[in-house]
């Protein structure tokens, strides 16, 4: 295993963590967003208000790409272990 393959299979895992957080980043901005507009437009400033919104937020984005997440993760996973034998070999 040569630098060449650990840049590789660190930029590998940076692209699929940005691809398993990018649905919880969208969607706990845009619930954030919303309550932050709800509430200046109601001059009504709790701060643990938007708490609760965001955790059912994050719940959906589990119950609904969940799956998907995990196949991404496992897949990527699948390849690594694929790879083993080539970058022991130098």
Do not use: C
């Not at 630098?3 to 940076?14: C, N, P, Q």
């Not at 706990?28 to 509430?39: C, N, P, W």
């Not at 400033?45 to 994050?58: H, M, R, Y």
């Amino acid at each position: 295993m040569n630098s060449s393959d650990a840049v590789d299979i660190a930029t590998d895992a940076l692209v699929v963590i940005a691809k398993i957080s990018a649905p919880f980043l969208l969607v706990v901005l845009a619930i954030g967003l919303i309550v932050g507009l709800m509430q200046s437009v109601t001059q009504l400033q709790e701060p643990t208000l938007s708490f609760v919104p965001k955790l059912i937020g994050a719940a959906v984005v589990i119950a609904l790409a969940g799956p998907w997440m995990l196949d991404e993760l496992v897949g990527f996973a699948h390849e690594l272990y694929q790879r083993t034998p080539q970058l022991l070999e130098g």
